[in-house]
């Protein structure tokens, strides 16, 4: 990532970075997912429907042991190159039409998703969220204490933000599968701590 600049603890990898956070656990930015915005008066559809999403997902403190290294990784999907690319192909639609999520955002996953399982093929015993604001993680204020600054809203750059973190929910029974929200099954299953 040539925009980022590491520290000590960060992890380089060839394509992108991993870079040590201490996660701002605030269970109140849960509260966001039902925050009114264009055309969805109660907030995001998911909610309370999706296992990535409150009241569902269980808390990022509960989920994860804060007492070992987090990790970010931050995928960043030039939104001003796609924003005029559509507007070459699509003169008349409005501003908000161009930066319409349903148009780039399952690329930028898709690309998110990529460095997630690259990133789990290096570090044993990890398990990734990529929803950590379901989670009660101010995603936020945690990068900016990494010295990572996220636009709001997102204007040239949108950034998509992975946790990774050694999980601490135990399966009460061997068949049972304790689930986290992430894109895979690949790394939807935290490991068993022994």
Same mark, same amino acid.
């Given at each position: 990532?040539?925009?980022?600049?590491?520290?000590?603890?960060?992890?380089?990898?060839?394509?992108?970075?991993?870079?040590?956070?201490?996660?701002?656990?605030?269970?109140?930015?849960?509260?966001l997912?039902?925050?009114?915005?264009?055309?969805?008066?109660?907030? *995001?559809?998911?909610?309370?429907?999706c296992?990535? *999403?409150?009241?569902?997902?269980?808390?990022?403190?509960?989920a994860?042991?804060?007492?070992?290294?987090?990790?970010? =990784?931050?995928?960043?999907?030039?939104?001003?190159?796609?924003?005029?690319?559509?507007?070459?192909?699509?003169?008349?639609?409005?501003d908000?039409?161009?930066? *319409?999520?349903?148009?780039?955002?399952?690329?930028?996953?898709?690309?998110?998703?990529?460095?997630?399982?690259r990133?789990?093929?290096?570090?044993?015993?990890?398990?990734?969220?990529?929803?950590?604001?379901?989670?009660?993680?101010?995603?936020?204020?945690?990068?900016?204490?990494?010295? =990572?600054?996220?636009?709001?809203?997102p204007?040239?750059?949108?950034?998509?933000?992975?946790?990774?973190?050694?999980?601490?929910?135990?399966?009460?029974e061997?068949?049972?599968?304790?689930?986290?929200?992430?894109?895979?099954?690949?790394? *939807?299953?935290?490991?068993?701590?022994?």
């Open positions: 990532m040539n925009q980022l600049e590491l520290f000590e603890g960060d992890i380089e990898h060839e394509e992108f970075a991993l870079v040590r956070v201490v996660p701002v656990v605030d269970y109140s930015v849960r509260a997912c039902v925050r009114p915005y264009p055309l969805h008066p109660r907030g *995001c559809p998911n909610v309370g429907k296992e990535r *999403c409150p009241p569902i997902a269980p808390l990022f403190d509960v994860f042991n804060l007492e070992q290294p987090v990790y970010a =990784i931050v995928n960043e999907f030039n939104l001003g190159e796609h924003v005029a690319r559509m507007k070459s192909r699509n003169p008349t639609w409005s908000r039409q161009l930066r *319409c999520v349903l148009y780039w955002q399952p690329k930028a996953r898709k690309q998110l998703a990529g460095k997630i399982d990133a789990l093929e290096g570090l044993q015993g990890y398990t990734a969220t990529w929803c950590p604001e379901g989670m009660g993680v101010n995603v936020t204020e945690t990068l900016e204490q990494a010295g =990572i600054s996220l636009e709001w809203p204007n040239a750059i949108a950034r998509q933000v992975a946790f990774l973190g050694k999980s601490i929910l135990v399966q009460e061997p068949h049972q599968q304790v689930k986290l929200h992430h894109l895979k099954s690949s790394y *939807c299953i935290p490991k068993v701590r022994e």
